[in-house]
């Protein structure tokens, strides 16, 4: 009995003590995370001091008062919130147009709607005509940001029409609304081998900033040049900016969902702290998994080949040991919804196993920056795919990325799809030029099938219906022409 009770005892203690030691090395996994992330803190403090205006986006000029007022910024603490903030109160700034909305509005339902379109609408979105029956995305072409950013355009050339007037970028990507704005004598911003050429931008001049937005750099000089600018950023973008603003005043590391080299994204970044920009869940992976030291799926490697990986598109200073501690989700609104979505949930499951699920609030923070229209035309698509279709056609600059959203979702149903910027692309004869979503130019001849076709259409939130209606009517020609050669 007394041997049975020794042993009790002796298995009870080891018992205590192994929990004892599980208890402890809990406390010093805890401790460790907590003296990571107080470092870090401090690091971060020290970097934010010594830190001064310029990341991704600065515009060297050739012109020496230009490249003076960027080299000022570069020497002194810059608050771009601040900036912005000061300059939408300056007399010589303008976001909301200039009183002619209704006369511009009735020009561009001139110029860029469409009775077929129009048919179609009327119709429950289909319509045959002929030998072709057309169905309509349910939510597809211009939205109310682009519409609003191309009316203001068009407002700035009636309030200034002798002054000379700029662009920084495309209004959109779309050729055929850039191509009006051109003839309008809307002039883009020369680019040299040392980025936009400013210089050629005189005082007095009138500046207008796109749909996606200009950097905070880009309009510091504009300022500095005593030029009328005119914003049309879209709202939805000003989103963004204001969501990596709270990002930067709680020290998050921001995750931009987007393409380094795009206007938006390079915009968005100028208002950021410290940033790192992924274009997909596979490079998000690769981040999560140096956060969790290769334990994701071993796809990330040294600090080296991270800061190689990712050398275009990170903040100036960044350290990924020191920087990936706090992070916060912002996206490039054109982008995929589903894949921000994922994107976020895969950064928050990696700072729960990093730094344990009560400590969350204090590693990751997260607001909903997808744009409404943007959700509604990838939703659209998503429900076109799965009706009996012969092939889906897609309308929209071949530089816009929220088109080549449309496409990808098309081609990851396996439905045969065409992405074409404008009707030009189709013929002569039966044969088409289209591009695929990674970038590829393809040709295809005989591409429509013989006889009764459906199809499905959709285009890019910059495309006017007008362009979705010349391109049908290169589908109806041939079909007609087919019938012709038949009878």
């Known amino acids: 009995m007394a041997q049975a009770c020794a042993v009790l005892s002796s298995v009870s203690s080891c018992r205590n003590d192994t929990l004892q030691s599980d208890q402890v090395m809990m406390l010093q996994v805890r401790h460790s995370a907590l003296v990571h992330h107080q470092n870090h803190i401090n690091l971060r403090r020290q970097k934010e001091k010594k830190k001064i205006t310029v990341g991704i986006g600065v515009v060297r ?231 969790l030291n290769g334990e994701l799926d071993g796809s990330s490697g040294t600090k080296e080949e991270f800061l190689k990986k990712f050398k275009n598109a990170v903040s100036k200073g960044f350290d990924p040991d020191v920087d990936l501690v706090k992070l916060g989700i912002a996206n490039q609104t054109t982008m995929l919804k589903g894949e921000t979505e994922e994107i976020g949930k895969l950064a928050e499951k990696t700072m729960m196993r990093r730094f344990g699920v009560e400590n969350i609030n204090k590693h990751f923070i997260s607001f909903n920056t997808i744009c409404d229209a943007t959700q509604e035309r990838q939703d659209a698509m998503d429900d076109l795919v799965k009706e009996k279709l012969d092939f889906i056609l897609v309308v929209g600059g071949w530089n816009s990325s929220n088109t080549s959203h449309l496409q990808e979702i098309a081609e990851l149903n396996g439905i045969p799809s065409y992405w074409i910027d404008n009707e030009q692309r189709i013929g002569p004869g039966n044969k088409i030029s289209f591009k695929l979503n990674h970038g590829e130019l393809v040709e295809k001849d005989q591409w429509l099938p013989a006889g009764p076709i459906t199809i499905g259409v959709t285009s890019g939130a910059s495309t006017p219906d007008k362009v979705i209606e010349d391109a049908l009517k290169r589908i109806f020609e041939i079909k007609r022409e087919e019938a012709l050669q038949a009878a």
């Open 61 to 291: 000029c050739h012109g020496g008062a230009a490249t003076a007022a960027v080299e000022a910024s570069e020497s002194e603490e810059f608050d771009p919130k601040s900036f912005r903030k000061n300059l939408t109160r300056s007399k010589n700034y303008n976001r909301k147009g200039f009183g002619y909305k209704n006369e511009m509005l009735a020009l561009m339902d001139k110029e860029y709607t469409s009775d077929l379109v129009k048919t179609l609408k009327e119709n429950n979105n289909e319509f045959t005509w002929g030998d072709v029956t057309v169905k309509l995305a349910q939510s597809y072409g211009f939205c109310w940001g682009v519409e609003r950013a191309v009316q203001i355009a068009y407002e700035a050339r009636k309030q200034f029409p002798v002054e000379k007037i700029w662009i920084t970028n495309e209004i959109i990507h779309n050729p055929t609304v850039n191509e009006r704005l051109e003839e309008m004598d809307v002039h883009s911003i020369p680019v040299g081998n040392e980025g936009k050429r400013f210089d050629v931008v005189n005082k007095g001049d009138v500046v207008i900033l796109p749909a996606f937005g200009a950097s905070v750099h880009e309009m510091q000089l504009l300022s500095e040049k005593s030029v009328q600018i005119v914003d049309t950023t879209c709202p939805w973008v000003s989103k963004v900016w204001n969501t990596v603003e709270k990002h930067k005043q709680g020290e998050y590391t921001s995750i931009i969902h987007g393409k380094y080299s795009h206007e938006e994204t390079i915009a968005t970044a100028s208002f950021a702290g410290t940033y790192i920009i992924v274009k997909n869940i596979t490079e998000a992976r690769y981040v999560c998994d140096y956060i």
